[in-house]
């Protein structure tokens, strides 16, 4: 525990001098309190094992070597008799494992030999679900990352490459699973500032071994709170670059609206670069084009430059340096 001490005292210091004012007392004891249990449940020797119907199949079919962690690493397994024997000393019966192939769609967590899917149901239902690549978060039906023809991993390494990052300080509008907040560090990105709204998104990201580094890197700060009210206490010209990736319209829609966009722009560096989330291309809402709308109203705002990017779904702009 005492490194995640270290690291929430490093963040907590972080927004004591990114802020203009002092009122997040809710959105800082997040940093003391939630941080520090997640740090203890992604050390290495206390993460349970992940099965899905992929890694089943192989098992089944006789392979010792298969990864635990969704493709990471591999480690070895023990037939015996009737049941699976893995590292940790869980034994799994063959019965409960094809039970799995019937959801190829879920993850399971394997921890004291009882399997469960990775999870949390409360006002909505948060779901990890495998794809070829890295995880992805599925919400209520609706996946959080495009999979056709691309992995979550590499939609967020193209989201960030649109920005050009090249070193300074980035704030992320939705953590997720924090695929995008590891790419821009990755890009070069000298430090992230990510904002989370929902605690079931951390604690699902929590299990994912492809999450680990939002938890671990220094230049990653995670903050639970509404982005809306964060950044409004946040002090003028401290980013150099913002990926914003909101929840869709109908859940989220001050998070689209001209008042948020002029805090945006506040916070923002001169020549300073967005890149803005929007779903579907042409994606309608109440009969207006939301491509559209969004776009109109960051010109409105002061932004230029403003260019879609269809094959990611986003646009990006400009703060003028002047």
């Not at 963040?11 to 802020?19: D, H, P, V």
């Amino acid at each position: 525990m005492r490194s995640s001490i270290l690291a929430s005292k490093r963040t907590l210091g972080f927004f004591k001098n990114a802020l203009r004012s002092y009122s997040l007392d809710v959105m800082l004891l997040f940093l003391w309190v939630y941080l520090p249990s997640f740090y203890a449940l992604v050390k290495p020797d206390s993460r349970p094992s992940l099965l899905t119907a992929e890694v089943v199949e192989k098992i089944l079919r006789g392979e010792d070597r298969v990864s635990l962690d969704l493709g990471l690493s591999e480690a070895v397994v023990s037939p015996q008799g009737g049941s699976v024997i893995f590292p940790d000393g869980s034994r799994v019966d063959l019965e409960s494992l094809r039970d799995i192939l019937k959801r190829p769609d879920t993850v399971f967590m394997l921890l004291d030999s009882e399997l469960s899917p990775v999870s949390l149901s409360n006002s909505h239902y948060y779901k990890l679900v495998p794809t070829s690549g890295a995880p992805t978060l599925e919400i209520d039906g609706v996946r959080m990352h495009r999979t056709k023809g691309t992995t979550p991993e590499a939609d967020a390494m193209e989201k960030v490459r649109a920005l050009g990052i090249r070193g300074g300080l980035v704030l992320e509008i939705g953590t997720g699973l924090g695929y995008t907040a590891q790419a821009a560090v990755k890009a070069g990105a000298g430090s992230v500032v990510s904002v989370e709204l929902s605690p079931a998104v951390l604690k699902i990201a929590v299990m994912n071994p492809w999450s680990r580094g939002i938890f671990i890197d220094e230049r990653i700060h995670v903050v639970l709170g509404d982005a809306y009210d964060i950044v409004r206490s946040l002090r003028s010209g401290l980013f150099d670059y913002m990926i914003h990736d909101p929840p869709r319209l109908s859940l989220a829609g001050h998070l689209y609206g001209a008042s948020f966009y002029a805090e945006l722009f506040r916070v923002l560096k001169k020549g300073g670069q967005i890149f803005h989330y929007v779903g579907e291309p042409g994606s309608r809402y109440r009969g207006r084009n939301l491509r559209e709308g969004v776009a109109n109203r960051l010109r409105e705002t002061g932004f230029v430059k403003v260019f879609y990017h269809e094959g990611i779904r986003g646009l990006t702009c400009v703060k003028l340096d002047r």
